[in-house]
């Protein structure tokens, strides 16, 4: 598998500080010191680690504070109550994702930056080839998901299945959400989909059932279905009929 140019693109998120990008979601204690600042989110990861082992109600502040290795007085100062603590740590991971599905992005759009405009075009003779490095690429950033960053995989779950409950949590959801689809709309508009945010809709919605089924380790959705149903994602974005 070719995986050097999903390598060259980060393979790996980019480190900038989740806390700084955006703050609006968060409804915790705000901090101006470095050093404040720091505890705070180790906290908060601390929090989503916990989600991702035991579950939404797994999160309490000693078990947080626990886990963070803080005083229990750390979490009490800067989260007033759980409700702030889970919706931090849900604004945090969703952060942090996006900014994974962004290097992921940048690597898709790499292979397209290297293109010919009309090599880009639905009915290009370069079609099947475009569809199976995009596949390489895709499949590479899901196995990498699925192996190395399982818990935050995990912790996505708990967290959107929290949001069909809470609608504080449903606003970071469909923020979250929309930035996967966003993305996905302006990469199938260059690909020539002539339905482009219906197309990038359905392949998130696809892409969190089979994230749903890996989870469950469900028989069939072993390492070859995975690039299989990869595969035909891609294919289907960019309108090509499978081999018979």
Request: hydrophobic share 45%.
């Amino acid at each position: 598998m070719d995986q050097s140019l999903w390598q060259s693109a980060g393979g790996t998120v980019r480190q900038s500080d989740p806390l700084a990008v955006n703050t609006s979601a968060f409804r915790g204690r705000k901090t101006s010191r470095v050093k404040s600042e720091r505890r705070r989110k180790e906290i908060l990861e601390a929090a989503i680690r916990v989600a991702a082992r035991e579950g939404i109600r797994g999160i309490k502040h000693r078990a947080v504070a626990a886990e963070a290795r803080v005083p229990l007085a750390a979490t009490t100062y800067y989260f007033r109550d759980i409700n702030e603590l889970v919706n931090d740590a849900f604004a945090l991971f969703a952060v942090g994702a996006q900014q994974q599905l962004q290097v992921f992005y940048e690597a898709l759009t790499l292979v397209l930056d290297g293109l010919q405009p009309d090599q880009l075009l639905r009915d290009s003779n370069y079609r099947s080839t475009l569809a199976e490095r995009l596949t390489q690429i895709s499949l590479a950033w899901m196995q990498d998901q699925f192996s190395r960053r399982r818990d935050q995989v995990l912790a996505e779950q708990v967290f959107v299945m929290e949001a069909l409950r809470d609608e504080r949590l449903a606003v970071v959801a469909r923020r979250y959400r929309q930035f996967w689809i966003d993305g996905l709309e302006r990469l199938l508009s260059r690909l020539d989909s002539p339905l482009p945010r219906q197309d990038a809709t359905l392949i998130v919605n696809v892409v969190l059932g089979m994230s749903y089924d890996l989870l469950l380790e469900i028989p069939g959705a072993e390492s070859e279905v995975l690039s299989a149903s990869v595969e035909r994602i891609v294919q289907l974005a960019l309108g090509i009929q499978p081999e018979q």
